[in-house]
């Protein structure tokens, strides 16, 4: 690996320069102050490993190892940073490890790099390069620690610590699971046999066995992170002028003042700490002097005496952490340490480390106040009676945090010195700590617990509480909330003036409840209200319940109060989510087949190591052409309206804008199309009208990415509505002005059996309504494409998408030239999700007409915000059903409406008929009749994602079982087996797909996982769980999937060069799904049937080359789950092919010589002038393109009755994947499905404004499943259910039938719902019966579970107590 030597990058100004390696390499660069450390790696060096995905510190893609060195103590301190967040001049004198620095193919990768690899952890491969650092970075640091030497191979890296460190690192494809497993392949205190599927060992082997065969890890041989002509450079460096052009970096106070001082302008300056405020609040602009605070040393110590602790402003927080954590002794610390561990505790649930490493605590506080921000921090603090030093006006000044908040917003010259939390206050000081005691808490309710995700309340609570005759009094209390949608964080003073000397009676926590529930409020217009209002009151009741009526003794303070866990009731109301176990485990089980091997064999995924180390290389990946412009979309923000002006803040141009194209720059001869499909085209821009909001208008071409980004977030649009007809923006305004799309006749499926005759012999008849949302696609590598003109009036793309072919045609359209002047080339797709189908193709077009234009290269990277703005996802709809079914659960007819909302242009939406048929016909119906509407409305376009029209059916289905169970009070378990298809059944529903009796396995795989997963068995335990518990229910749940798919037609080709590698090209494209993995074992198979010496390695012979539409023609799409195993069966054609053309030669030589191997074979043959390179177009039978999948899951979730948090506690899962073409591909897969389908049913709201203008538009508001939501076990059996004569090689899809069996975490979360509305009515001796039967919307988050647990649940508790003792008394 290349080491030392040195780039020098900008302007000569000695002013500006920041000194820094990357790598081990020196970097002398100049650039403008705000850019980020991000934006130089990608743009300026090689390491294009640091993947930008989100830009906003939210997802971990672009996470880097920095590295700080003391010279006085001659000690380097590592640690992750965001880099899309960090300024390139606060690492000065650092060093930087990005996944390169770790090792690469030439040189030998990492262990980690190896075991990401070797543990299928990597399938897209964008999030890799952020989790392989992650990672190094938990392993670095935990040398640092005193604990005993491990294990030989291992690192003093705990299995707890090795999960955690990826905590704040997102994921779209795995699933997690087998990330954590490769992270916790190199702790010390792991048992290698809880380690999952890995390509190192077999099952059964011995510790010792598996451990040799694990790429060995040495801690002390790890990459050096600091190198030393950096140390000799920094420690020769007698001075950093803390002047520079632009970017200050003052040292002292007094040189902080200067440059605060009330004459200078303020909006020209910046301060700045850690610079992670930018995530948030995404400052474009560029100022003309950055105030550094950094180097102040006064803002950056931490103290801590008899009065108390001092924090500097620019303290991270995770300094702040471990200050707070730290056991200093000493008597009058003794309950302030506690104290300090639970605000500790909270902070670390704030961002993620690699935020937390730089966010400075000041800077939270300046953000809370000045702009409002919804601040754990701040709420924390205010409860423990903070003061804040601050210099306003250059005048020192030291406030309570809660004057600071109430006064007007600081500007900013102003600045935080320091934050105090003192031990002893006039709050504290008149009480005598042998008769009385300080009890705190903290709470914070987010939809991940741990954390990378704003709370949607948070709260500490302060007392000091006394025994007395009639139990504890709270002598003095403070209640901080915060994050609820008030400005700033606030005490609730009534409250805490009402309990101030009582004791903690029922009927007082009673009153002090409906006191807070009164006064802490959110303003109007604050989204959850009421249930935000609801954790006010279960907060303070878990706070002060345990200490009502003397429950417990408080002999020792707060340690008491946290072991405060034994009820009345015998219920558990302590604080355990603080202390999670492990975050993931679970259980593979997959049987291979050497029948046809290498096919079948669990190899590696191609290209994993590459993708870990960074060296893989996708769009954004390849280094911009000279003169290359930058693009980015601007978009209507109305749902219909006449543009009138697309034109720009600024007078002239922004900044760096070179052209803005509209559809009035298509060239003549060319056409306004964007994309297309079998069902139609879309047009590229919007011309006169704009018909949804988030439709492109206009292409801003710019210099750099980040100033076209700028430049189409200056523009101005001048709408005008006059004479346009109102915009369609629900399904109901689509039917009552009939505005369908046409699905052609044979896309409609047919309803089957008699619907009246069903429901005549029905016993009962309900109906209902059920409304579902969206869903964003959230592939890490958001939209992207390079478009380079070439000679002769032709255009080469590169663009990341799933349907080279379509694009290449709507690009020639576009462009008004023939198809053979296009070429697109796709290499790898950062995730598709099927979002890079159709929505993929007006970002090529744009780059390709922008390039065609400005006759220079173009290229564009969406930022997250257009790109969640602009791509649709998938589809809403609405659903009524009317259900006939007879006393024993059998259902006899349903009758179906759909309406679905498509948006505006058709898109693939027409195929949405018959993909929902394909799936809500898992259960025999009796009779199924159905309504279907695709809508057209001002929304922007549904398009294909994983499982579309499919996931929505799943659900669907078992709505209905769910509404029939309720209402015969069965249990829903046994009326779904009550329906479930026999095989008669089976083929009246399915009629061209149900295949032969033998391949429907459903009913065994049904039965086998009620053994496997001890349905029954838990079914009783969490009765027994539900009877104990009142805060905290479960429920379980068993759903069955039966899912069509088509094999489409594929073409392929394989080449033999003359040293007998193979070079492969195939249709399908590689988005993470293992597909050039599968091509590559199939071309190895097929190939070696050849049978002579050497073939037994060919797998290591083939390369999968990039798509390229000129040379591999009518790609087609990759999806439908399906293009893996058409692709293959497109290259086994070829082969056969070629071991045709072979064979001849082959038996002659065999004749002439003792052994004949492979290479020789294949030299005689390229000698002889054998064609050695054959091509072939897969296309499938008629009678069997279509199949069934099948396959169960079981779901065991509980829930917080008090917060509406579900925790998914287990799940298993069996899936029948023929025989699979690799198990661990597969595997892979099926994982990876089911966590994006957790996604959609229990926390991706993809939301829209009353225009239709995605709000939901970052990583702040959309939240994906990270490794802390994912089921704690989840445990997948892959079935190898042997023959199908009419697949390829017995194989079966595996990419998108098991979203759907997420459903069962959906239901088991219902079942637990109703078992807490039971509990509800039970305190209510209500008879009402609305509990029996109810709707739980999809995504169930935490205000949609808690809303139907009761958002008045605390107060129907007490009330019953209290009734209780009222009639006891009497
Ligand atoms: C992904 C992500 C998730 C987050 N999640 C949470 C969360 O769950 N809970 C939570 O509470 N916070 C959260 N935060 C906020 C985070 O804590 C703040 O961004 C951070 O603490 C700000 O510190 P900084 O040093 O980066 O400030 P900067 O970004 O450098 O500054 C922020 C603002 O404060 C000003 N400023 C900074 N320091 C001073 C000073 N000493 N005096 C005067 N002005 C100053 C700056 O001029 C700027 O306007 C999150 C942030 C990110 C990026
Ligand atoms: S790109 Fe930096 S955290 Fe997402
Ligand atoms: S492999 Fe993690 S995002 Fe694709």
New binding site residues.
Partial sequence: MERGGQVRIGSDDEDDVVVFAVNGKRYEVSVHPSTTLLDFLRSSTPFKGVKLSCG???CGACVVLLSNYDPLLKKVKSYTVSSC?TLVHSVNYCSITTTEGLGNSRDGFHPIHERFSGFHASQCGFCTPGMCISLFSALVNAEEKQRPDPPTGFSKLTVSEAEKAISGNLCRCTGYRPIADACKSFAADVDLEDLGMNSFWRKGESNEDKLSKLPSYNPKDDVCTYPEFLKRELESTMYLSPHKKSWYSPRTLEELRTFTDPKLSTTRT???????????YKDLDQYERYIN?RNVSE?SSISRNETGMVIG??VT?SKAISALKEKVGGVVCSDWELIFTKIAEHMEK??SEP?RN???V???V??AQRHCFP???VTVLLAVSSTVDLIINTKRENLTLEDYLSKPP?D?R???LSIQIPFSTSFTSNFSTKTSKLVFETYRAAPRPL?NA??YLNAAFLAIISPSKMGFVINKIKLAFGAFGAKHAMRAREAEEYLAGKPISLNVLYEAINIVRATVISKDGTSDATYKSSLVVSYLFKFLYPLSDGVVSVSNGLSTHNSANNFKDGDNLSNDAKKPSLLSSGKQLVETSREYYPVGQPIVKSGASIQASGEAVYVDDIPSPSNCLHGAFIYSTKPLARVKNVRFKTKSLPDGVTAVITYNDIPNGGENIGSKTIFGTEPLFADEITRCAGQCLAFVAADTQKLADRGASLSLIDYDTDDLEPPILTLEEAVEKSSFFEVPSFLYPAPIGDFSKGMAEADHRINSEIKLGSQYYFYMETQTALAIPDEDNCMVVYSSIQCPEYVHTVIARCLGIPEHNVRVITRRVGGGFGGKAIRAMPVATACALAAYKLRRPVRMYLNRKTDMIMVGGRHPMKITYDVGFKSDGKITALHLCILINAGMSADISPIMPNNMLGVLKKYNWGALSFDIKVCKTNHSNKSAMRAPGEVQPSFIAEAVMEHVASMLFMEVDSVRHRNLHTFDSLNLFYKHSAGELVEYTLPSIWDKLQVTSNFSQRTEMIQQFNQKNLWKKRGISRVPIVHEVTVRPTPGKVSILSDGSVAVEVGGIELGQGLWTKVKQMTAYALGTIQCDGTANLVDKVRIVQADTLSLIQGGFTAGSTTSESSCEAVRICCNILIERLSPLKEKLQAQMASLTWDTLVLQAHRQAVNMSASSYFVPDFGSMQYLNYGAAVSEVEINTLTGETTILRSDIIYDCGQSLNPAVDLGQIEGAFVQGIGFFMSEEYLTNSDGLMVADSTWTYKIPTIDTIPKQLNVEVLNSEHHRNRVLSSKASGEPPLLLAVSVHCATRAAIKEARKQLHSWKNSSDQSNVSFQLDVPATMPVVKRLCGMDYVESYLQNLLSCQGRKQA
């Fill in positions: 906003e510190g939210g967040l910046k301060l700045v700490a850690g610079n992670t405020g930018i995530g948030y605070l803002l402003a620019t927080i704030i961002a935020v730089l966010a400075s000041g800077g939270n300046v953000m601040s754990d921090i600081l900013n102003g600045v935080l954390g704003l709370p």
